[in-house]
C-alpha cells in the first residue's frame, strides 16, 4: 500500500508551498487507496509557533486534504473551536512526543559506531565557520571529536559535559539515488557534513528524526519541497546504517514570484490563510496550485479533487521553478464562483456578508430570506473576482446610500425631464403586481412604454437605474428591481423623485 505524508513543522502558518506539498502527497495516496499521513515536525523549539499546528490543519481541512491517519482536527466546524487530535497505530504522531524513540535510535548508532558524540562548544563551531568563510572554504564540521574514544567520551559525559550527537558520513564514495521527479541525482559523500542527530537538549534534529519517523510509520513515498534535496545523502546514509530500506522520494520544484526570484512575504500573501480571508474558494486554490509544477497536458484546466486525484502523476511535474501567477489564481476562482449553484454561493458567501456587517450572523433566516440573498448576491456574482469584494459591490441592495439628486440626471438630459421621466415610470412600473416583477417582463414591458412615450432609453433607464442603487456604477436597474422585489423598489423610485 501507497502512504505519504505531509510532515510540517509549526514555524508559521501553512504557506502556499506547503498546501502543494500536501495536495501532490495526498493525490499520490488517494489514487492508489493508499493512505495520507500528517506528522508534525516541531523539534525546532525556537521557531515554534503557538498556534502554527492549529493554522496547518485547519487550512488543509478548508481545502478538503483530510488526513487519515496522524494529527487530525477535531471539531464541527472549521470556523468554531477547534483541537487537534491523533489517530492511528504508529503514533505519537508529534515528534516532540517521540524523544525516547529518537534516543533510542541515537544510542544503537553510537553503538555500532555509525554515530559519535560531540563535545564542541557553540564558540568553536563559530569560530571553525569563521576562519572557513575567510579562507573561502566550504563551511562545515572539521571532525574534530569523530575519532574520540567512546570510553572517554562516556567518561565525558558521566562527568556532566554537555554533548551532541552526530552522524558518521562516509569520507569516500557518493551517494546515488532515483528520484521520481529529476531523476538520477548523486551527491559525494566527502561533501557532506557530518550532522547532528541529537542536540545537547535531548531533542533530535530533523534528520534523524524524518528519517526514523517515515520508516517507522511505514511511508513509502516522500514528496517534498526541492530544498530537502541536498539532505537526502545523509537520510540514505542513516537508512543504511539502520538497516532500513529507504523509501521513493520526490522533490518538487520551487515557487517563484513572477520575477523569477523564491515565493516569499515581500512579493505578496503566501498563506493560505490569507488566501481564505480574503474570500478565495477552496476549489479554486487547490486547482491553481495543483498546477504549479504539473501539467496533464491536454486543454483542460478545470479539475476537481477527485479528477486530481484520477489525473495527477509525478512523472508529470518539471523540474524547473513553477510561477505563481495570480492573474491565474483569481481566474480561476472567477471560474469556480460562477460554478457554484445559486444556493452555494450564498452559504459560502454568508462569513463575508457577516464581515462586511450586512448580516448580524453569517447564518440564513429562512427561506424567504434564502430566496432573496440569491437574488441580491446573483447582481454581483459575475462582477466579482473574490467573496471579500462582495459586500462593498452589494451594499447598495442592502442600504440605499446617500447621493444627491444631481446623480439621477443623465448627462444628455436635464433635471426637469429625469424628475418627469422618474414620476411617470414609477407611475407605470407601480401597476405591476408581485407576480409579474420579474426581470425579464419588466425589462420587456419597459422598453415597450419608453418607446411609446418616445423617450430615449437614457432618459429613463440612468434615472431608473440611479434610484435603485444610488451608485454612479451598478448592475442593470431590471436586474435590480427582480432583486429587491417591488414594494423596496418602488420605495427607492419615490426616495429619488422627493430629492428634486
Ligand atoms: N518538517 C519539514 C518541513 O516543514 C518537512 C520536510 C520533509 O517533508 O521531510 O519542511
Not at 125 to 141: D, F, I, P
Not at 151 to 171: L, Q, T, W
Not at 184 to 200: A, G, M, R, T, W
Request: aromatic content about 10%; glycine content about 8%; hydrophobic content about 35%.
Amino acid at each position: 500500500m501507497i502512504i505519504t505524508r505531509f510532515a510540517p513543522s509549526p514555524t508559521g502558518y501553512l504557506h502556499i508551498g506547503g498546501l502543494r506539498t500536501a495536495l501532490y502527497s495526498y493525490l499520490i495516496a488517494k489514487q492508489s487507496n493508499g493512505k495520507f499521513l500528517l506528522r508534525i515536525e516541531d523539534t525546532d523549539r525556537e521557531r515554534f509557533v503557538a498556534d502554527g499546528v492549529l493554522n496547518i490543519l485547519k487550512s488543509l481541512y478548508w481545502a478538503g486534504i483530510i488526513p487519515d491517519e496522524g494529527v487530525k482536527l477535531d471539531c464541527e466546524s472549521i470556523v468554531g473551536e477547534c483541537a487537534a487530535t491523533q489517530e492511528g497505530e504508529s503514533g505519537p504522531y508529534v515528534q516532540s512526543e517521540r524523544l525516547e524513540i529518537y534516543q533510542k535510535y541515537a544510542d544503537e548508532l553510537i553503538e555500532k559506531g555509525f554515530a559519535y558524540y560531540c563535545f564542541c562548544a557553540q564558540e568553536r563551531l563559530e569560530e571553525l565557520r569563521k576562519k572557513q568563510q575567510e579562507n573561502k572554504q566550504a563551511t562545515g564540521y572539521d571532525g574534530h571529536c569523530r575519532e574520540v574514544d567512546i570510553k572517554e567520551a562516556k567518561k565525558k559525559i558521566a562527568n556532566g559535559e554537555k554533548y551532541a550527537v552526530r552522524m558518521k558520513m562516509p569520507k569516500n564514495g557518493v551517494t546515488i539515488f532515483q528520484d521520481l521527479i529529476r531523476g538520477e541525482v548523486s551527491f559525494k559523500n566527502e561533501l557532506v557534513d557530518d550532522q547532528v542527530i541529537l542536540k545537547s537538549d535531548g531533542f533530535p534534529t530533523y534528520h534523524l528524526a524524518v528519517v526514523v519517523d517515515d520508516h517507522l510509520m511505514g511511508i513509502t513515498h516522500i514528496i517534498r519541497g526541492e530544498e530537502w534535496l541536498s539532505s537526502v545523502p545523509k537520510h540514505i546514509q542513516l537508512y543504511k546504517y539502520l538497516g532500513w530500506e529507504p523509501p521513493k522520494f520526490a522533490h518538487l520544484p520551487l515557487l517563484l514570484n513572477s520575477d523569477k526570484s523564491k515565493l516569499s512575504k515581500r512579493q505578496g500573501d503566501v498563506s493560505v490563510s490569507d488566501y481564505i480571508k480574503k474570500g478565495y474558494l477552496p476549489e479554486a486554490l487547490i486547482n491553481f496550485v495543483a498546477f504549479l509544477g504539473w501539467n496533464p497536458g491536454g486543454e483542460k484546466e478545470i479539475f476537481s479533487l477527485d479528477e486530481l486525484a484520477k489525473e495527477f502523476s509525478l512523472e508529470k511535474v518539471g523540474k524547473a521553478g513553477a510561477v505563481f501567477n495570480l492573474q491565474k489564481l483569481d481566474w480561476y476562482n472567477q471560474q469556480y464562483i460562477r460554478r457554484l449553484a445559486p444556493r452555494e454561493f450564498v452559504a459560502r458567501a454568508l462569513p463575508f456578508l457577516a464581515d462586511g456587517k450586512l448580516l448580524t450572523e453569517p447564518k440564513i433566516e429562512n427561506e424567504e430570506h434564502e430566496k432573496r440573498l440569491e437574488k441580491i448576491l446573483g447582481l454581483e456574482r459575475e462582477r466579482i473576482t473574490t467573496l471579500s469584494e462582495l459586500p462593498e459591490m452589494i451594499r447598495f441592495a442592502f442600504e440605499l446610500p446617500d447621493y444627491e439628486s444631481e446623480l439621477l440626471v443623465w448627462k444628455k438630459s436635464s433635471a426637469e425631464e429625469a424628475k418627469n421621466a422618474l414620476s411617470e415610470v414609477k407611475e407605470y412600473l407601480n401597476k405591476f403586481s408581485v407576480q409579474e416583477w420579474t426581470k425579464n417582463n419588466l425589462e420587456q414591458k419597459t422598453g415597450e412604454w419608453i418607446k411609446e412615450k418616445g423617450y430615449g432609453n437614457g432618459v429613463v433607464l440612468w434615472p431608473l437605474r440611479v434610484s435603485l442603487s444610488g451608485q454612479k456604477d451598478s448592475p442593470g436597474p431590471f436586474e435590480i428591481m427582480d432583486a429587491l422585489e417591488k414594494e423596496e423598489s418602488i420605495i427607492r423610485l419615490e426616495t429619488a423623485i422627493a430629492k428634486f
